[in-house]
Each structure stands twice: as C-alpha cells, then as structure tokens.
C-alpha cells in the first residue's frame, strides 16, 4: 500500500490550495483518512479527519476555513484549504487507516507536500 499526496505549493495570505492523496496497493477497507501537518521546528499536528461515513472532524485551528473530503471508489481524500494563513505555512501529510487484503489494519502515510503561504 502507498500512498502519494499532491497539490502543495506557493500562494498569497488570502488564498486558497486543494491537496489531493490517493492511496493504491491491495487494499481491502479505508477505515479513516486524515491530514496532518508539520510547521517549521515545530511537532506535527493534526488538522482534519473523515470518516468511511463521511463523518469530520477539524482542528480548531483551521475550522471554517479547511474542507475535507473523499472519494471512496477512488481511495483519495482531499483538503480544500481557503482563506491561508502565514501559520499555515507547513508540509502537509494524508494518513488513511487501511486493511490490506491478507493483512492487519494499520496507518499509512503520504509523503508530505509543502505549503508556503507568503507576499
């Protein structure tokens, strides 16, 4: 199972980036998917959660600005992030909870894409 993030990048106080992360591999359920993030020599924390309902959960941090969301046929989630902030400014990582086909459940992660938000 692997699973690759993208939509990262440079954009103006204000703006506005949709992150995308699929998972592939032999995969037989998604139990949850989630984005994180990890600021400049800081910890990393985390900034949202779907559930395989639909259910989410925010950060208060982010909360009325992030969107997440999914699309299960496609094992992808994404992170509309609007209104950024400079403290947004951060590399962002997707992580799903997957029951590989013949395996245990565990969590998976993407490899991070950056999110530099500056004039």
């Known amino acids: 199972v692997q699973l690759q993030a993208f939509g990262g990048g440079l954009v103006q106080p204000g703006g506005s980036l949709r992150l995308s992360c699929a998972a592939s591999g032999r995969i037989s359920s998604i139990n949850a998917m989630g984005w994180y993030r990890q600021a400049p020599g800081k910890q990393r924390e985390w900034v949202a959660t779907?559930?395989?309902?639909?259910?989410?959960v925010y950060a208060d941090s982010v909360k009325g600005r992030f969107t997440i969301s999914s699309d299960n046929a496609k094992n992808t989630v994404y992170l509309q992030t609007n209104s950024l902030k400079p403290e947004d400014t951060a590399v962002y990582y997707c992580n799903m909870r997957i029951t590989p086909w013949g395996g245990l459940t565990n969590n998976y992660w993407g490899q991070g894409t950056l999110v530099t938000v500056s004039s």
């Open positions: 779907i559930s395989s309902a639909g259910s989410t």
